[in-house]
């Protein structure tokens, strides 16, 4: 699936200071990312705070992405949860035309076994008209998805084109990029070790902090992609400080402020997040003008 090769970015969702939809700032950014090379969008990922959005505020979200970004790159859109039989018919009910895949989380909280994520996705794929990207994080939903249940999903379900792998685990990258079927995709999850997953051999990144540096990122992950080694490490040593700032008080606070510097939204979240810190707004204003 050469369309999702390089680099994919999860999009923030912008807000207004009393916390409304900030559409024309949506717009912006993606107008921003697409005219800075970046080769696909991620709709609804957690990133974009999805889970604090109202059923109409979702629909705005999309409907904005869909218009700004007007088919010049394929778009992703993130449908996932913890309730299967709810992501089914979420699936079931709504308009994909203008999508080219889903991106989908593994469940969290309820912390199933691999049979259980087998089955989760299994069931997600029977009804998906679009091909399915496993969203693996552990991190954040309490339970992994080994190399074994990721292969023998791609087996039973042929939708299923590839994983975004945020495990942090080089070793268990390694697995799955081993004996990963052919054309089958994995994807970082992770922007620290993006570039390194795809020296291993990885398709690309979706990416956080891409959204706030579409051109180097982007452009270190095609190096990378060619084996253009030293131009991909020069760049990533210049990111790897931003990796570690717009992730240090949380996401997506830490890419907001940064996209706020850049003048591109501003800076609220809804809580149970809060919005970055002083001393990280300047940090990061820092670090962009030494950039």
């Known amino acids: 699936m050469q369309q999702f090769r390089g680099t994919g970015v999860a999009l923030i969702t912008p807000f207004k200071e009393d916390l409304s939809i900030d559409t024309r700032a949506l717009t912006q950014l993606i107008e921003y990312n697409i005219n800075s090379g970046i080769e696909y969008l991620v709709v609804m990922g957690t990133t974009a705070e999805n889970a604090t959005l109202s059923p109409?505020?979702?629909?705005?979200?999309?409907?904005?992405?869909?218009?700004?970004?007007?088919?010049?790159?394929?778009?992703?859109?993130?449908?996932?949860?913890?309730?299967?039989?709810?992501?089914?018919?979420?699936?079931?009910?709504?308009?994909?035309?203008?999508?080219?895949?889903?991106?989908?989380?593994?469940?969290?909280?309820?912390?199933?076994?691999?049979?259980?994520?087998?089955?989760?996705?299994?069931?997600?794929?029977?009804?998906?008209?679009?091909?399915?990207?496993?969203?693996?994080?552990?991190?954040?939903?309490?339970?992994?998805?080994?190399?074994?249940?990721?292969?023998?999903?791609?087996?039973?379900?042929?939708?299923?084109?590839?994983?975004?792998?945020?495990?942090?685990?080089?070793?268990?990258?390694?697995?799955?990029?081993?004996?990963?079927?052919?054309?089958?995709?994995?994807?970082?999850?992770d922007d620290m070790l993006a570039l390194p997953t795809v020296f291993a051999g990885g398709d690309g990144v979706i990416s956080v902090l891409g959204q706030g540096l579409p051109e180097l990122f982007s452009q270190m992950i095609r190096d990378g992609l060619n084996g253009k080694y030293k131009e991909a490490n020069d760049a990533q040593y210049v990111l790897m400080p931003f990796v570690d700032l717009i992730f240090s008080e949380g996401n997506p606070a830490g890419i907001k402020a940064l996209l706020a510097l850049r003048e591109m939204g501003g800076t609220a979240v809804r809580l149970p997040l809060v919005k970055a810190s002083e001393l990280l707004t300047q940090n990061l204003a820092t670090r962009l003008k030494a950039l």
């Open 56 to 189: 109409a505020e979702k629909e705005l979200v999309i409907s904005t992405a869909v218009k700004a970004a007007a088919q010049r790159v394929p778009l992703v859109l993130g449908i996932g949860g913890n309730n299967t039989a709810a992501i089914c018919q979420e699936i079931r009910d709504r308009d994909l035309t203008d999508f080219d895949a889903l991106l989908s989380v593994s469940p969290y909280y309820n912390k199933p076994t691999q049979q259980g994520i087998y089955a989760h996705y299994k069931a997600i794929a029977e009804v998906s008209p679009l091909p399915i990207i496993l969203y693996n994080v552990p991190g954040r939903t309490s339970s992994n998805i080994l190399p074994e249940t990721v292969f023998k999903l791609t087996i039973d379900c042929k939708n299923i084109i590839g994983i975004k792998e945020a495990a942090g685990d080089m070793v268990q990258l390694l697995r799955l990029l081993k004996d990963r079927p052919q054309g089958f995709m994995v994807i970082s999850g």
